[in-house]
Structures are given as structure tokens and as C-alpha cells.
């Protein structure tokens, strides 16, 4: 048997597998964890996200039905994983501070320490999922490029500091929070835009070269996020605008936004620097 035969079978297998992870790390926190509040139902819906399309995926290719979808499967496939790994991973991580470090012992934690590893073990078997299909030389197009998964790590950092900045509402009492969340929203916006675009192959319907589009884009982007990460911590931290609250948070949000800023930077270097290295 062929060697990509055998990782393409392989990865079957990791899918299947991170199908069951994923079943069990929602349904434990649903059943027994005892948790409420926004930041539980974001990991819960990341853990039934990734299942849910998961799913779908192999149904789509245990019954054949790649060639009747018209933009390519290896994109939409490539980015399934890359989209579940990053969300198991976060939720992993995000689970485990707000409700097994930050909280006293309580009746719930084997609940909420279960879902927590098979959380870890899905997002684990997503990123094996993402190196099989590599060897196998099945991944393809933009979005199994480097530039297509910072665009991919871009939207879900976005999403975390959303319900960071939601649970509660740490944005409303001063217009330069707003910017900083209209810089979220918007940067979110187009790279989620941009995501759909490279999936679907619908890259050359802009009116302006693609490559140049992202070039343009990740700098405002860059720019946009180097402001939000100047006044994020200074009309947060600052002792004439602070408030009441979970500091953790605010520290949270800076940490992502400087993470995301770095992201775009990259999104805007990485090119420069291949087109330098093919000059040497």
C-alpha cells in the first residue's frame, strides 16, 4: 500500500478519535462540571463545534461526496483541524484556570478535570490529524500555507478576548476601551472574510491582486493592534480609570491583544522575508 494511502487511513483514525475526545470533554461539562457563565459556554461550544464538524467531515468522505463540492476539499479539511486544534487547545487552558485553579475544591472538579484532559488529547490528535495530512500531501491552496493559519490563529485569539472582554463588560465606560473593541471587531471581521475567501477560492474576485490585499490589510491590522495594545493597559490599569474586577482578565486581554498584534506583524513580514530568502 501506498505511503499516503496509509497516512490518509491513518488519519481516519486520529479524526475518529478526536470525535470521541471532543463527545466526551462536552458531554461531562454539560452533565456534571457545574459550570455557568460565558466563558463555560465558550469552551463547551468549542469542544460541540469541533465535533460537530468533524462529523461532518468524515460523513463527506466516508460517503464520497468531496468532488460534489465546489471549492477544495484539502482546504476545507486543513482548516477544520486547524480551527478545533486551536479551539480545544485554548479551551483546554482557559477551562482549567476559571474552574480548577481559580476555584476553591468542590464536589465537580473530577467532572471538570475530566473534560479538561480529553480536551488536551483532542486538541493533540487534531494537530496529528494536521501532520498526516501534510505527509500525505493532501493539504493544498492558501489555507495550508503559513499565511493561512495565522489568519486562522488571528480569528480565534479575537474570539477569546470577545468573551474575556464580555464576562462582564470591561469596555463600555471609556471611548478609548470602544476603539480597542471596535479594533477587535474589525480586524476579526475581515480576517474571518479573508478565511472564507481561500476556502472557497473566491481570492480572484477582488478588484486589486490578493497578495497585495493581504500585504495592505495586515499592516492597518498591525497598526490598528499596536494602538489597542498602548491604550488597552493604560485605560485599564491606570489608577484615574480603575475599576472593580477580576484583574486576571484585563491581564488576559492584554496578553492576547500584544499576541495578535505579533500575529499580523508576522501576517506582514513572512512574505518580505521569502522573497528574501529566494534572493540569497
Given amino acids: 500500500m501506498p505511503v499516503s494511502k496509509v497516512m490518509l487511513s491513518q488519519v481516519f483514525w486520529v479524526r475518529l478519535a478526536a470525535l470521541l475526545f471532543t463527545c466526551v470533554a462536552f458531554s461531562v461539562a454539560a452533565h456534571g462540571a457545574n459550570v455557568h457563565g460565558g466563558i463555560a459556554d465558550w469552551c463547551i461550544f468549542c469542544w460541540a463545534f469541533s465535533f460537530t464538524c468533524t462529523l461532518l467531515v468524515l460523513l463527506v468522505e466516508q460517503f464520497g461526496l468531496q468532488a460534489r463540492i465546489p471549492v477544495s476539499w484539502s482546504n476545507i479539511s486543513i482548516t477544520v483541524a486547524c480551527y478545533a486544534a486551536l479551539l480545544c487547545l485554548f479551551a483546554s487552558v482557559i477551562f482549567s484556570l476559571f474552574f480548577i485553579a481559580l476555584q476553591e475544591y468542590a464536589d465537580e472538579r473530577s467532572f471538570r478535570i475530566t473534560s479538561t484532559v480529553f480536551s488536551c488529547l483532542a486538541a493533540v490528535a487534531y494537530m496529528y490529524e494536521m501532520i498526516l495530512m501534510a505527509r500525505a500531501r493532501q ?3 492558501h489555507m495550508a500555507m503559513v499565511l493561512g493559519l495565522l489568519k486562522v490563529c488571528q480569528t480565534v485569539v479575537a ?3 470577545f468573551i474575556l472582554i464580555s ?3 470591561s469596555y463600555s465606560h471609556h471611548a478609548a476601551l470602544e476603539w480597542c473593541m471596535a479594533v477587535y471587531c474589525i480586524c ?6 479573508v478565511v472564507i475567501l481561500c476556502v472557497g477560492e473566491c481570492t480572484g474576485f477582488l478588484p486589486v491582486p490578493f497578495s497585495q490585499f493581504l500585504s495592505a ?4 491590522a498591525f497598526l490598528m493592534y499596536l494602538s489597542a495594545v498602548i491604550v488597552w493597559p493604560i485605560f485599564t490599569f491606570g489608577e484615574k480609570y480603575l475599576r472593580g474586577g477580576d484583574m486576571s482578565t484585563q491581564i488576559g486581554v492584554t496578553l492576547l491583544t500584544g499576541i495578535n498584534m505579533l500575529l499580523y506583524l508576522a501576517d506582514l513580514v513572512y512574505p518580505a522575508l521569502l522573497v528574501f530568502i529566494k534572493k540569497m
Avoid: E, H, K, T
Fill in 188 to 193: 476579526f471581521i475581515v480576517s474571518m472574510v
Fill in 167 to 169: 464576562n462582564p463588560v
Fill in 139 to 141: 493539504v493544498a491552496g
Fill in 159 to 161: 474570539c477569546i478576548i
Fill in 217 to 220: 490589510y495586515s499592516l492597518l
